[in-house]
């Protein structure tokens, strides 16, 4: 019940395109879904964050669009660069112990130029 | 601000060993977290420490182990390795007192090699 399972595993786009990384989750205490961004070489860094009180977050050219009800949430980045080309993680927390993340298993992103 | 310094950032021990593994968080940051990642297992939770006390724990048998320091810093301590115990530590702070918000600050990893 602790999973969070991402698709897909590897995803190529060609630049200006739309990237959608998808997540769906068990644990209906989970309320805090962040995605991170990781680059070689480097730890994972937040990308963006949303709470299940919103359907849609979006930050710049990234957005998050959330479903309650079926239990999932997905990242949309829009016209996708080069330099986007890194590993995507969504996670999942409760609170009360929001730094215990549970990761999807990642989706590593490969822009085009 | 300097960001989340991990040390050391590669190392090599042989099966049975053990290892130390050491965090700075960021200036002002109280909460540590350990995450260990793996090409199989993925990214998987090991334990967060708040103020000198060991606030969550992850799944991991006992031979993983953990503290936290006055200043905040924190060190890992996996014992009698195994070869399984290869993997990326990253540690991650986080500003928050409360648990119930979440945003992490990861630093850069230690990359444990066990042969």
């Known amino acids: 019940q602790q999973q969070v399972k991402q698709s897909p595993q590897s995803l190529i786009v060609q630049k200006g395109g739309i990237s959608i990384i998808n997540c769906a989750y068990e644990n209906t205490a989970f309320d805090y879904f962040p995605w991170y961004q990781q680059f070689p070489g480097k730890g994972p860094a937040l990308l963006i964050a949303?709470?299940?009180?919103?359907s849609e977050k979006k930050e710049g050219r990234f957005t998050i669009s959330f479903n309650k009800s079926a239990k999932q949430f997905s990242l949309h980045i829009m016209d996708s660069q080069p330099g986007d080309s890194a590993t995507y993680f969504c996670?999942?927390?409760?609170?009360?112990?929001?730094?215990?993340?549970?990761f999807g298993s990642g989706t590593q992103l490969t822009v085009l130029p | 601000k300097a960001g989340v310094t991990q040390t050391p950032r590669y190392l090599i021990k042989t099966r049975g060993q053990q290892v130390t593994l050491s965090c700075s968080p960021i200036?002002?940051?109280?909460?540590v977290s350990w995450y260990q990642q793996t090409p199989g297992q993925g990214l998987q939770f090991l334990f967060e420490?708040?103020?000198?006390?060991?606030?969550n724990k992850g799944n991991f048998p006992g031979r993983f182990s953990g503290r936290q320091f006055s200043n905040s810093r924190s060190e890992m301590n996996v014992s009698t390795l195994e070869l399984g115990d290869s993997a990326l530590y990253l540690c991650?702070?986080?500003?928050?007192?409360?648990?119930?918000?979440?945003?992490?600050?990861f630093g850069e990893g230690s990359r444990l090699t066990v042969l």
């Open positions: 949303i709470r299940p009180d919103v």
């Open positions: 420490y708040f103020s000198e006390t060991q606030r």
């Open positions: 996670a999942a927390s409760s609170s009360g112990s929001a730094r215990q993340l549970t």
């Open positions: 200036s002002g940051h109280r909460s």
């Open positions: 991650a702070s986080s500003s928050q007192g409360t648990p119930s918000t979440g945003e992490l600050f």
